[in-house]
C-alpha cells in the first residue's frame, strides 16, 4: 500500500499547489491524506475549501488546533472524511480517526493534538491513541500529531513504537530532515512541512507577523501571497509494516 500525506495546505496559495500538483501524483498512491487546517485564508477549513481538496485528490482531510473556526464545517465533519484530534472530550463533533481501505486492507488513520504549548486543555495523547489502537480493526495505523514540541512527538512516537506503521507531525510548518525509523520499526518525521507560500512566516503575511514579534500586540491575521511550495511524505506500507518514508518538496515556478 503507497500512501501520501500532504502537509498543511495554506490558504489559497496551498490550494493552488495541491491543484498543481496531486492530480499528477495521484495515480501512484492508494491513499492520499492531506491536513487542511490552514486552508481558508491561512486558519480554518472551509466548504469551498474542503470540495477542492477532495476535487484534487484527497480520500482524508484532516484538521488541527482550527478545526473549529468556521461553522460552516460543523455539519461536514459530522458525514464527510475528515477528522479532528481524538482526545478532545467526549461530544466534540466529529470522528478522532478514520479508517480507509485499498487492496483489501485497512488503514487506520488517527490524529491527536499535543499538550505541550498548544494553549489547550485535552484529554492525555498517549492513553488516547493507544486505546483506539485497541478498539478498531485495522492492518496498518498512521497517527498523525499536530504539536507544537518535537520531543512531544517522539516521545508519542517511542512510546507506540512497533504498535503503529507510522507517526507524522504536522502544526509547525517547517519540514523536518529526521525522516527515518525508531527502534522497534515504526517511521517518524517529526514534521511533513507546510503546502503553502515560500516567502512568509509559516505561511502568513511577513509585515503582519513581524508586527507581532516587533510589538508584542496583536496584529491583524493574513496568508502571505505569492509561490508556493508542496511538501507531502510518502509511506510504503508492506507486512504489517512500513517499510520506506519519503519526504518531497516542490517550489512553484517563479
Not at 36 to 56: D, F
Not at 134 to 149: C, G, P, R, S
Amino acid at each position: 500500500m503507497r500512501v501520501l500525506f500532504v502537509g498543511d495546505v495554506y490558504g489559497d496559495p496551498g490550494l493552488r499547489a495541491v491543484a498543481m500538483h496531486l492530480p499528477d501524483l495521484r495515480p501512484q498512491y492508494d491513499l492520499v491524506i492531506v491536513n487542511g487546517e490552514n486552508a481558508h485564508h491561512g486558519k480554518g477549513l472551509s466548504k469551498p475549501a474542503y470540495r477542492k481538496l477532495r476535487e484534487a485528490g484527497a480520500d482524508l482531510i484532516t484538521l488541527g488546533n482550527h478545526a473549529w473556526d468556521h461553522k460552516d464545517i460543523y455539519q461536514l465533519i459530522e458525514t464527510e472524511p475528515i477528522i479532528r484530534a481524538l482526545n478532545y472530550p467526549p461530544g466534540t463533533p466529529g470522528k478522532g480517526h478514520w479508517v480507509l481501505e485499498a487492496g483489501g486492507e485497512k488503514l487506520l488513520v488517527m490524529q491527536v493534538m499535543g499538550q505541550v504549548n498548544m494553549g489547550l486543555n485535552l484529554y492525555d495523547p498517549f492513553r488516547s491513541s493507544e486505546a483506539l489502537l485497541a478498539e478498531v480493526e485495522h492492518d496498518y495505523a498512521l497517527l498523525e500529531v499536530h504539536a507544537e514540541a518535537t520531543s512531544e512527538k517522539y516521545a508519542l512516537g517511542h512510546y507506540l513504537d512497533g504498535k503503529i506503521a507510522a507517526l507524522l507531525g504536522t502544526h509547525t510548518h517547517v519540514q523536518t530532515a529526521d525522516a527515518g525509523f525508531l527502534a522497534n520499526g515504526t517511521a517518524i518525521q517529526a514534521d511533513v512541512g507546510m503546502t503553502g507560500p515560500i516567502h512568509s512566516i509559516i505561511g502568513g503575511e511577513i509585515e503582519s507577523f513581524l508586527g507581532r514579534f516587533i510589538t508584542q500586540r496583536p496584529t491583524p491575521f493574513k496568508a502571505a501571497p505569492g509561490r508556493a511550495m508542496f511538501c507531502a511524505t510518502e509511506l510504503v506500507l508492506e507486512g504489517g509494516r512500513c517499510t520506506s518514508i519519503r519526504p518531497m518538496r516542490w517550489d512553484e515556478p517563479a
